[in-house]
């Protein structure tokens, strides 16, 4: 309820304010909104959505993920021309800032919460308010994303390997979506200008999250139901348990980590069956063994651009400090959970 009081004000206040974001519009992502969440509802992600046409994109490294906008014509929209680089990029950075600005002055006029904007946290894409109303405190993430009604750029061609579990037909109608392009510094580029942009797939993971099932009646009121939700929400509560006992050695896991191995492990074992509601245990089982052989090989390959691997080489001591604490949880019934 708070959250839905705070934010359309602040869409609001957006639109008015400036006239490239008078087209945003509100998106809900992360694990609230696909209903894995495990502990309370405290973290919360939305998407600030804005339409962009004609837009030319060129990969800025080679992971396929990375990509720099720039306009095809001058847009008529003369607002953009701002957030424009000299050699005619649009800069992420730019539009963060301003969209930052916005919200910081805003939130000085919302009534009986206090809300206010985290400091900037280096290469994250999202603005973060902290929301509190005794005994409440809740952060929200903002994060601000295109959308280009185009084809999906070359590297994608080979990904979302979905046909054994979904159908061809899925896989065909989830490439006619949009592609969704969000504000993240490449730390791989030479010169960090803050004028990279990285495909998400945020829109279509959270359908086939929600359409789950190999049959269409999976986990419908009258259908057979199955454990695949149950086992992405204990992969993330175990990853974030275990986050929180070590902090520093597991900061650069984050719950895409696992939701990435899980829906690796959706193709692999793609019948309704596979995930019976009664083998819970087993299936999750399966998926933490999967992951922590990725961890092991140091290879996790991003479910949408095959190119691109999510574990990079230089971190393997990291990797192999992840697999050796979820193999002794694996080995000893989950201590982790009953603290």
């Known amino acids: 309820t708070l959250v839905n009081t705070v934010v359309p004000h602040l869409v609001q206040a957006i639109r008015d304010k400036e006239s490239c974001f008078s087209s945003i519009e509100r998106q809900s992502a992360g694990s609230y909104y696909e209903r894995v969440k495990i502990s309370e509802p405290n973290e919360f992600d939305i998407m600030l959505v804005m339409p962009i046409t004609r837009i030319q994109l060129d990969e800025s490294d080679d992971t396929g993920a990375y990509y720099y906008v720039s306009f095809k014509r001058s847009p008529k929209e003369k607002g953009w021309l701002k957030f424009l680089e000299e050699d005619g990029k649009l800069s992420a950075f730019k539009m963060l800032q301003a969209l930052r600005e916005i919200i910081k002055q805003e ?18 894409p999202a603005i973060t ?6 005994p409440l405190e809740i952060s929200v993430d903002i994060i601000l994303t295109l959308e280009a009604q185009q084809s999906w750029p070359p590297s ?7 046909e054994p579990w979904l159908g061809t037909k899925k896989r065909r109608d989830f490439r006619f979506r949009s592609i969704y392009l969000v504000a993240k510094q490449n730390k791989r580029e030479k010169v960090l200008r803050g004028n990279t942009w990285r495909l998400s797939f945020s829109h279509i993971e959270k359908d086939m999250i929600k359409n789950h099932g190999n049959s269409k009646t999976c986990c419908e009121s009258n259908g057979p139901k199955c454990c695949r939700k149950g086992c992405l929400k204990l992969l993330k509560f175990l990853l974030e348990q275990l986050k929180r006992k070590h902090p520093k050695e597991l900061e650069k896991f984050c719950s895409y980590h696992v939701k ?3 829906l690796h492990s959706c193709v ?7 995930w019976h509601l009664g083998n819970l245990d087993h299936s999750f089982q399966q998926c933490l063994e999967f992951f922590v052989d990725c961890l092991q090989k140091s290879q996790l390959t991003h479910f949408f651009i095959p190119q691109y691997n999510l574990l990079s080489q230089e971190d393997k001591a990291k990797h192999h400090f992840l697999s050796r604490k979820i193999s002794y949880e694996l080995n000893n019934g989950f201590p982790v959970f009953h603290e």
């Open 107 to 124: 939130v000085k006029n919302i009534k009986g919460m206090q809300v206010t904007v985290a400091r900037k946290k280096a290469g994250s």
């Open 260 to 262: 990435t191995a899980f």
């Open 268 to 274: 692999m074992w793609p019948n309704d069956t596979d």
């Open 129 to 134: 308010l902290q929301i509190k109303k005794p």
């Open 156 to 162: 994608t061609q080979t990904g979302l390997k979905i």
